[in-house]
């Protein structure tokens, strides 16, 4: 998958690529956004990860500064 990306983004420069994956590979830094960061180290690439509210404080020191942290309420 990681290598997939990498060859569409050299042959589409100003082609942005949305990759979803589950929040185990995210959270231990073991998915293909690592891998692509690994291949081509020059590309932007941002981590959007949802957690709940009530565990934004516990949570929020285990991610680095490329991540962002959605928060959401369970009804």
Partial sequence: ?????????????????????GSFHGDEHLGVV?????????LKT???TPIEAK???KMKHNYGEDTIIMTFVRK
């Fill in 34 to 42: 690592e891998k692509v960061n690994k291949l081509n180290p020059s």
């Fill in 1 to 21: 998958m990681a290598e997939s990306i990498v060859e569409l983004l050299k042959e589409h420069k100003d082609t942005k690529v949305l990759h979803i994956q």
């Fill in 55 to 57: 565990d934004y404080e």
């Fill in 46 to 48: 941002v981590v959007i």
